[in-house]
């Protein structure tokens, strides 16, 4: 991106030029979040701060947002075409595609690491190596499977409402982690070191009103699905939401000391396919 933040000038600034920094950089730190999680272009830095990295983790619900609406695009128009199975498949093929599997390397690494590791050091080491084990390749494909059988086996309507809000609201259970625990790894060692700080409330409350985005949104476009729904399925949906994120912060408290980057793709997953869940298991209370 060819813009950089102003330097600190001598002169006072007013309320103006202070709001028109602050969207500029806020606008910013979103385009290195989108660079971070997606395989998406965005125009290049100039004078690139190591430091936007992990400021920009109060943007990456709304990333979220982003690769929710395309792929609930993807299974919308699949479904045009051919069965919910079908669609189903395409959409999460899409959404490997898009964000490089990102996520989905996490979950494996971490299968592979906690489930073969004995001791924190050798978990971090078999959590470092590329190359895919047991675990891995069991908790990876038991994840696919349930993405895909789960969102076929839902209305269409609310398959595309689940698309939007799982992929929002797992990105915000994800960065959660950051202000819950420390980081867990080796910091010498890690693929993104400025991520490896500790998110602050704020921020985590910041990043809070891009899922309310997100319900606004899904609310306007599909009011009458969003009815059908239900207050009850939402919660249901959000409570198993929270139980994943939080059985993967005792675990990673556990095991590593704090969380990793391959422990934050794990919660993503699992959250994600968590609101997958409630949001299947409400359709014969509808």
């Not at 606008?27 to 971070?36: E, G, K, N, R, T």
């Not at 100039?46 to 936007?52: A, G, I, R």
């Not at 093929?93 to 924190?120: M, N, P, Q, V």
Request: glycine share 8%; charged share 15%.
């Amino acid at each position: 991106m060819s813009q950089s933040l102003n330097k600190p000038s001598n002169q006072p600034s007013s309320p103006r030029r202070n709001f028109t920094q602050f969207i500029k950089h806020e606008w910013i730190l979103l385009l290195v979040a989108v660079q971070f999680l997606t395989r998406l272009s965005v125009p290049p830095f100039k004078h690139y701060d190591p430091q936007w990295l992990h400021q920009s983790s109060r943007h990456f619900p709304v990333v979220g947002l982003l690769v929710g609406l395309l792929c609930a695009g993807v299974f919308w128009l699949g479904s045009l075409l051919f069965t919910p199975l079908v669609a189903a498949v395409l959409s999460t093929a899409f959404g490997i595609k898009l964000t490089g599997a990102f996520h989905e390397d996490g979950l494996a690494d971490s299968c592979d690491g906690l489930g073969g590791g004995l001791t924190r050091e050798r978990t971090l080491e078999i959590m470092k190596d590329s190359r895919l084990g047991t675990y891995g390749v069991l908790g990876l494909l038991s994840a696919l499977l349930l993405k895909i059988s789960l969102l076929a086996s839902m209305p269409i309507p609310i398959a595309v409402i689940a698309l939007i809000i799982g992929h929002t609201a797992s990105r915000l259970l994800c960065i959660s982690l950051l202000s819950l625990l420390p980081y867990g790894g080796e910091i010498e060692h890690a693929k993104a070191k400025p991520m490896a700080q500790q998110l602050t409330p704020i921020q985590g409350l910041y990043s809070s009103g891009w899922l309310i985005l997100a319900i606004i949104l899904v609310a306007l476009i599909f009011p009458n699905t969003m009815q059908q729904i239900g207050l009850a399925q939402w919660l249901l949906a959000m409570i198993l939401a929270l139980i994943a994120t939080d059985y993967m912060r005792r675990l990673l408290r556990r095991r590593l000391d704090g969380y990793t980057g391959d422990g934050l793709g794990a919660t993503q997953q699992l959250s994600e396919i968590a609101i997958y869940i409630g949001l299947a298991a409400s359709i014969p209370f509808i």
